[in-house]
């Protein structure tokens, strides 16, 4: 059984640092795609940062050069580790994978099938 565990939200001032992590279980990490995605109230859920199954990676454009996403592989998990954050990176977090997923679809929530619960992202000014 696929399951994902998210953690490490919290309350942070703008400019500050959080890292997430995401502990995999269930499946082998580098036969599946994972990610991380984001929903802020009233907003549709978005893909932040993903890794496909041949490590290559996604941005989204407003968190490049702010957001790290790595995987050890060996462990099971997936971390993102975010600096400078900004109030609009206020957002539940989630991760999520899937075993199917080709290149041009790792940053689209709908295409994926297993995800963890969210963690909470507050970013204050």
């Known amino acids: 059984e696929v399951q994902l565990q998210a953690s490490g939200g919290g309350l942070v001032q703008a400019g500050g640092s959080l890292r997430l992590s995401c502990a995999a279980s269930?499946?082998?990490?580098?036969?599946?795609?994972i990610g991380w995605f984001r929903q802020a109230p009233g907003k549709e859920r978005e893909g932040v940062s993903c890794?496909?199954?041949?490590?290559?990676?996604y941005y989204l454009d407003s968190v490049k050069g702010r957001f790290t996403i790595s995987s050890d592989n060996n462990k099971n998990t997936l971390s993102l580790q975010m600096s400078d954050l900004k109030p609009e990176d206020t957002a539940e977090y989630f991760c999520a994978a899937d075993p199917r997923l080709i290149l041009s679809m790792i940053r689209v929530p709908s295409a994926y099938d297993y995800w963890g619960q969210g963690t909470q992202v507050t970013v204050s000014s």
């Open positions: 890794i496909s199954r041949d490590e290559s990676t």
């Open positions: 269930g499946f082998t990490r580098d036969d599946y795609a």
